[in-house]
């Protein structure tokens, strides 16, 4: 096994939202390194399916990730060192006049107050020294979201609390790292796909063409292996951009 894909540094990790898409792309990476993942999502049949093909040293949880109970509980449980924190709400693809107060802050609720939850939990429980926090952001921080609702400003507090969390980390003395990935657009997950056809669709052009003009384009499998190595990696920048070019570093 090439070195970049032994995780034994970390025998045990979370990761949310690994029924389907980038999370479970990480799952199956981590657990192809050697590490027990426990995989959070709501959808029993989907973390059914990811355990048929990884064996039982992937655990689902059907269960829903911004619940602060659970993050405690299997925190307490399972001791992580490598939280994942990947779930996130489809977006309700519409223009900001055509959103409610509710689509708009849809991702507020989910994908920022599971980070929230699992952040939180981190610092308090602590988890042990050494351990990593990897939260997913997004490429939209950096460009907005016009046809996501409040998507990118939901995403851009994800970034915040990396490194509020990182501060008190290390005032504490606790030794966490904590990095925030911002990934591009992706045609091959289900939130991806359906971000591609909303801006298709107001450019005006198919799926493919949209696509065809982004390249390269970022794989789950090569995010999956890209978060490992961020993981793994004691010196790694608190934040990075993904492309399909690989992960760079943000000043
Ligand atoms: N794909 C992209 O182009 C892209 C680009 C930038 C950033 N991202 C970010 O990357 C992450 C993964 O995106 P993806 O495209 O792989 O999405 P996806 O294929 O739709 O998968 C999302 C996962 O999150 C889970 N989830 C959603 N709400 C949840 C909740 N309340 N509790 C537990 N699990 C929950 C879903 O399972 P259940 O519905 O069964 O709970 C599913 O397993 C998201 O945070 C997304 O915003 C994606």
């Known amino acids: 096994m090439p070195?970049?894909?032994?995780?034994?540094?970390?025998?045990?990790?979370?990761?949310?939202g690994a029924g389907r898409g980038f999370g479970r792309a990480i799952a199956a990476a981590l657990v192809a390194g050697g590490t027990r993942v426990i995989g959070i999502a709501r959808d029993e049949r989907e973390l059914r399916a990811v355990r048929d093909e990884l064996g039982d040293r992937f655990t689902p949880v059907a269960a829903d990730?911004?619940?602060?109970?659970?993050?405690?509980?299997v925190i307490r449980e399972h001791g992580p060192t490598l939280l994942v924190l990947n779930a996130g709400a489809l977006p309700h693809m519409?223009?900001?006049h055509e959103q409610t107060w509710e689509t708009f802050s849809r991702h507020w609720h989910v994908d920022t107050?599971?980070?929230?939850?699992?952040?939180?939990?981190a610092l308090r429980?602590?988890?042990?020294?050494?351990?990593?926090?990897?939260?997913?952001?997004?490429?939209?921080?950096?460009?907005?979201?016009?046809?996501?609702?409040g998507y990118a400003s939901a995403k851009a507090a994800?970034?915040?609390?990396?490194?509020?969390?990182a501060g008190e980390s290390e005032r504490a003395g606790l030794g966490l790292r904590f990095v925030t990935l911002l990934p591009q657009m992706t045609p091959g997950t289900g939130i991806g796909s359906a971000a591609i056809a909303g801006y298709a669709?107001?450019?005006?052009?198919?799926?493919?063409?949209?696509?065809?003009?982004?390249?390269p384009i970022l794989t789950p499998a090569q995010f999956a292996k890209a978060v490992v190595e961020v993981a793994a990696d004691p010196d790694s920048a608190p934040e990075y951009q993904g492309t399909g070019s690989g992960l760079q570093p943000i000043d």
Not at 125 to 149: M, Q
Not at 158 to 165: I, K, N, S
């Open 65 to 73: 990730a911004t619940d602060e109970t659970l993050a405690q509980d």
């Open 94 to 96: 519409a223009p900001v």
């Open 3 to 16: 070195e970049q894909f032994r995780t034994a540094q970390f025998p045990t990790a979370v990761v949310t």
């Open 201 to 215: 669709e107001r450019l005006g052009v198919d799926r493919d063409t949209f696509v065809a003009g982004r390249q």
């Open 158 to 165: 994800v970034r915040y609390l990396r490194g509020y969390a």
């Open 125 to 149: 429980a602590p988890l042990a020294p050494g351990s990593v926090v990897v939260s997913l952001s997004s490429g939209a921080v950096l460009g907005g979201s016009p046809l996501s609702g």
């Open 113 to 121: 107050r599971h980070v929230f939850a699992w952040t939180r939990a």
